[in-house]
């Protein structure tokens, strides 16, 4: 069983900065593609960054490009997700998210195809 377990949620002012971090257990880390999606109050879950297995290809949602940043260490199990800049509307609950993949450089930018999920950490930006 895979078991994805983000941190690093927090209240920051807007223009401040957060790391959220996501560590895999129970399989090969590196065998996943990985995901960060958020959901706001109300709103869809939505696609926020996705890595591919080895960690070169990597691909943002329009309305983080330039301000978050995706990595992952898989000698750690662990992706993160450098967030700054943060605005108010990046409010929202992130998930970090698995896919299983055979290719080293695919990423997976699609919320259904995901195979796991972590619990979520809550992002609060305030104005």
């Known amino acids: 069983q895979v078991q994805l377990v983000e941190s690093g949620g927090g209240l920051v002012q807007a223009g401040g900065s957060l790391r959220l971090s996501c560590v895999v257990s129970?399989?090969?880390?590196?065998?996943?593609?990985m995901g960060w999606f958020r959901q706001a109050p109300g709103k869809e879950r939505e696609f926020v960054a996705a890595?591919?297995?080895?960690?070169?290809?990597?691909y943002y949602a329009d309305s983080v490009k330039g301000r978050f940043t995706i990595s992952r260490d898989n000698a750690k199990n662990t992706v993160h997700l450098q967030m700054n800049s943060l605005k108010p509307e990046d409010t929202a609950v992130y998930y970090c998210?698995?896919?299983?993949?055979?290719?080293?450089?695919?990423?997976?930018?699609?919320?259904?195809?995901?195979?796991?999920w972590g619990q979520g950490t809550q992002v609060t930006v305030s104005s």
């Open positions: 129970g399989r090969t880390f590196s065998a996943y593609a």
């Open positions: 890595i591919s297995r080895s960690g070169g290809s990597i």
């Open positions: 998210a698995a896919k299983s993949v055979l290719y080293n450089n695919g990423v997976v930018t699609t919320r259904s195809a995901y195979d796991y």
